[in-house]
């Protein structure tokens, strides 16, 4: 399972030594707390399973879905939507993905555009509310990427005229 951002132990031998001297403390047993109000001993679960964040043991919710990271943020990807360009971009609806101390969720139906352009070189990627938010923050990203490529072909008999 991957890691809370939330997490207080920042790496795994760190977070498994308290977990350890947690479990062996005898003078009260250490609990574990679920997102469903559930509270269970900490040596019920795995310490894969589990987070300290908050001063509390939290049981992490695994999270099922695949992420597909969008500048910056991650996103749960729907059904691609059944709109065609002539650019080529897909666009899929998404939910973007939060964490809280019981790891990652979505919530709601999806709320966001994302759209997707793969070309020989990779996929790109962007987002928004709407889809010509996304299309034009993913043309954004192809011209800053493609842009002297396309000075080149798009500005041929002007670069010549410069050139006399």
């Not at 795994?12 to 001993?41: F, V």
């Not at 001063?55 to 939507?81: A, C, E, S, Y």
């Not at 964490?99 to 997707?116: H, Q």
Request: hydrophobic share 35%.
């Amino acid at each position: 399972m991957t890691r809370n951002k939330l997490a207080t132990h920042k790496t795994i031998a760190e977070k498994e030594r308290a977990y350890n001297a947690a479990i062996l403390d005898s003078k009260h047993q250490t609990m574990a707390y679920s997102r469903d109000g559930t509270i269970a001993p900490l040596a019920n679960f795995a310490v894969s399973d589990v987070e300290f964040i908050g001063g509390l043991w939290r049981v992490q919710t695994p999270f099922i879905h695949k992420i597909q990271d969008v500048r910056d943020k991650q996103f749960v990807l729907n059904t691609p939507l059944p709109h065609r360009e002539k650019n080529h971009f897909e666009f899929y609806s998404a939910w973007l993905v939060s964490e809280n101390c019981y790891g990652k969720y979505i919530s709601g139906s999806p709320k966001y555009i994302v759209a997707k352009y793969t070309t020989d070189h990779g996929t790109y990627w962007s987002y928004g509310d709407t889809i010509e938010q996304a299309r034009a923050f993913l043309g954004i990203r192809l011209y800053d990427e493609y842009m002297d490529l396309i000075h080149a072909h798009a500005c041929k008999k002007q670069l010549s005229r410069q050139k006399k």
